[in-house]
């Protein structure tokens, strides 16, 4: 199957400073990513839509100046987390999906810890 | 409103035993797909199985099945002969509208299961 890589797995960072994820797809090109966010013990939640070349579209109540989204590339897309704080501590996961197929490729996901 | 409901929030199965883990779903769109998916205490998602809305026979893939029930809008996962392996989280999720890379995914609040020995 495809492969979507995410990375970094792991990040600690101290509150008042950015974090940047990025997914990749490694062997197709994504014109969509999508971006979610896993609270312990409970389900994902989609917290925007990255298209490649424009704006990435924002789920209701997921705030677009903190969690900035850029798709620059087909294979690529990054999500940045602006001015942590402990409450974004989380764990973020990104997914592609291949034009005409079925299945969504997940990445690996980013476990977040702001301190 | 909940468009993904998993009633379950935790299973036991006994080894080498059937588990039937239910999903029902809320959709006006006559065009939607059903995903399950698997998420072990490492994170990441494994991909089970799909079901979309139009095909006629249930979805099977090696050990996992897919009972679908268009009219009573369910598509409850069924793993047969469970393994220790097995036991992870397992979410339900719904693609709405026809298969474009940009239909969103989203996903229900997950079924925890424990495959006793």
């Known amino acids: 199957g495809a492969v979507v890589s995410q990375h970094p797995s792991r990040v600690i960072c101290k509150s008042g400073t950015s974090v940047k994820i990025e997914c990749r797809s490694l062997d197709f090109q994504a014109t969509t990513m999508f971006w979610y966010r896993q609270f312990p013990k409970q389900s994902l939640m989609l917290m925007a839509t990255s298209n490649e070349g424009s704006k990435a579209t924002y789920e209701q109540g997921v705030e677009k100046d903190k969690f900035l989204i850029n798709h620059a590339s087909l294979t690529l897309s990054t999500l940045t987390v602006t001015s942590a704080h402990p409450e974004d501590s989380s764990f973020y996961i990104c997914?592609?999906?291949?034009?005409?197929?079925?299945?969504?490729?997940f990445g690996q996901g980013t476990r977040l810890t702001v301190v | 409103a909940q468009k993904i409901t998993q009633t379950q929030p935790g299973m036991f199965v006994q080894e080498k035993e059937a588990v039937t883990l239910d999903c029902t779903y809320d959709?006006?769109?006559?065009?939607?797909?059903l995903f399950w998916y698997k998420q072990p205490s490492s994170g990441e998602m494994i991909f089970l199985i799909y079901?979309?809305?139009?095909?006629?026979q249930n979805a099977t893939e090696g050990r996992y099945s897919l009972n679908f029930q268009k009219a009573r809008k369910s598509a409850n996962l069924v793993i047969s002969a469970s393994q220790l392996g097995d036991s992870a989280m397992y979410f339900c999720a719904m693609r709405e509208g026809r298969e474009t890379s940009y239909d969103k995914v989203i996903f229900g609040p997950g079924t925890s299961l424990s495959v006793i020995p």
């Open positions: 997914s592609a999906r291949r034009q005409g197929n079925t299945e969504a490729f």
């Open positions: 079901q979309g809305s139009y095909d006629q």
């Open positions: 959709t006006s769109d006559p065009s939607y797909g």
